[in-house]
């Protein structure tokens, strides 16, 4: 079952908060968040676990909310290096390796 | 190098031929996936290994599509009778192992940008 993800798309100014969200329909237990700039691979950011878990490093943080079924990824005084496009993947079981991706979310800063 | 290798980069091929795409994940690395990606939109789940053993390939379209890692490492990609709606840019990752059910980070290749003519 893939991730919804919204917004589509953000258009920022530099030093200004974004917040990209990301759920399902189905439990999960574990959400991943990946950063693609254009022409490049995607990149790691985090991996949250069940239990409500919040991570962060550097201004990019996300939090988990199993009973929700749903991630967010909050990048907090955005820089110019932060455009490109944001995916969130799911795996729904623990016995299952398998990550399904999101559409992603473009996220554009202006100087 | 320390990444994951993907070759050819670029393949453009003819309606009806066989492509393989090849990739050559980090040393070490238990599980190796195969995605696909296509042009704006997030990487699509075709298949993915654990050592040697295919674990699920609940993602390959259909029967044209196959894949292998048959020592455990190194790993191709096979699409037969290639038709149009195959081009698209096929992206490997691999993951060192996953710890308590939970698949570790995926390290992506550049990927392979296949034509259909």
């Known amino acids: 079952q893939q991730p919804v993800q919204s917004p589509q798309a953000v258009i920022l100014r530099e030093g200004e908060d974004a917040v990209i969200n990301c759920s399902s329909s189905?439990?999960?237990?574990?959400v991943h968040w990946y950063r693609q700039k254009h022409g490049e691979a995607p990149v790691f950011l985090m991996i949250l676990l069940k239990g409500g878990e919040q991570k962060g490093h550097d201004k990019i943080s996300a939090s988990f909310n199993e009973k929700k079924q749903q991630s967010s990824l909050y990048l907090t005084a955005s820089q110019l290096s932060y455009s490109g496009t944001y995916f969130c993947g799911t795996a729904d079981t623990d016995r299952d390796d398998k990550i399904i991706f999101g559409k992603g979310t473009r996220l554009h800063i202006l100087p | 190098g320390a990444g994951v290798s993907q070759s050819p980069r670029y393949k453009v091929t003819k309606r009806g031929q066989d492509v393989a795409l090849r990739c050559d994940p980090i040393s070490g690395h238990v599980s190796l996936y195969w995605y696909r990606q296509a042009l704006g939109q997030g990487p699509e789940f075709l298949t993915y290994f654990n050592y040697e053993a295919q674990q699920d390939k609940s993602g390959l379209p259909n029967d044209r599509f196959s894949a292998e890692r048959p020592e455990g490492s190194i790993s191709t990609l096979t699409i037969q009778r290639t038709e149009q709606r195959d081009s698209a840019m096929y992206r490997c990752?691999?993951?060192?192992?996953?710890?308590?059910?939970?698949?570790?980070?995926?390290?992506f290749g550049e990927g392979s940008r296949l034509t259909v003519l």
């Open positions: 990752a691999s993951s060192f192992a996953s710890s308590g059910g939970v698949t570790g980070e995926l390290f």
């Open positions: 189905k439990a999960l237990y574990s």
